[in-house]
């Protein structure tokens, strides 16, 4: 037996990790995405409610990840709580939008539906029928997986463009302005000798 009979199967399991790897890199950034929202409320509620968000997030699979992220993108919160403020507490609001038109949205699911539905048919049963010990077989699986793997480069950028940008914000920016407002909010309020 030479040590070229094992080439073709060798290169196509090559090619299944690197597509699992791909699809990781996928859900990973998509579980970031999915932190993105509104939030509402004085600083230390905004900053429990992203606490909660990111801990939420870290619990999806693939597919949660998809549907909480398009969920997202058509602005239907997948946070229920509501905030009644107080008084007498400076509140802000922080909405995140990437501001994609009702076609590329819808494209966008479809693309990542498409590929949810891939993974699921690869990982739960397509590498069972397969016939390691034909060469031809063994290509054309990899010349799928390198489509799919194509495919998933192409979402990977988008939501990663998007990730980039909600890097540009910084806590520390918001914090400030959290501030500035309470400070404006305090020279405005009537003094008890006003009344």
């Known amino acids: 037996m030479s040590s070229n009979t094992f080439l073709p199967k060798d ?8 597509t699992v790897v791909n699809f990781q890199r996928l859900e990973h950034n998509l579980k ?37 992220w398009l969920s997202a993108a058509q602005s239907e919160s997948s946070d229920t709580t509501v905030h009644t403020p107080d008084l007498f507490d400076t509140t802000m ?9 009702a076609e590329s949205q819808d ?8 590929l949810l539905e891939a ?21 054309r699986l990899i010349g799928r997986l390198n489509e799919l793997n194509d495919s998933i480069a192409t979402q990977m950028e988008f939501v990663t463009s998007i ?23 305090s020279q405005e309020a009537p003094s008890a000798g006003d009344a």
Not at 13 to 18: C, S, T, Y
Not at 107 to 114: D, E, I, M, P, Y
Not at 119 to 139: F, K, T, Y
Not at 165 to 185: G, H, K, M, V
Request: charged share 25%; aromatic share 6%; hydrophobic share 40%.
């Open 32 to 68: 970031l995405a999915v932190r993105l929202g509104t939030f509402q409320g004085t600083v230390p509620k905004i900053q429990r409610d992203l606490a909660r968000r990111v801990e939420w997030a870290t619990t999806l699979t693939l597919g949660q990840a998809i549907q909480a």
């Open 119 to 139: 993974r699921n048919n690869l990982i739960h049963g397509g590498l069972v029928q397969m016939q390691w010990d034909s060469p031809a077989e063994c290509e």
């Open 11 to 18: 290169a196509a399991l090559r090619a299944i990790g690197r």
């Open 107 to 114: 494209a966008h699911g479809q693309a990542l539906k498409a």
């Open 163 to 185: 990730l980039q940008a909600r890097d540009s914000i910084r806590p520390q920016d918001l914090e400030a302005e959290y501030l500035e407002a309470e400070r404006r909010t």
């Open 93 to 101: 609001q922080v909405t995140f939008s990437w501001g994609a038109d």
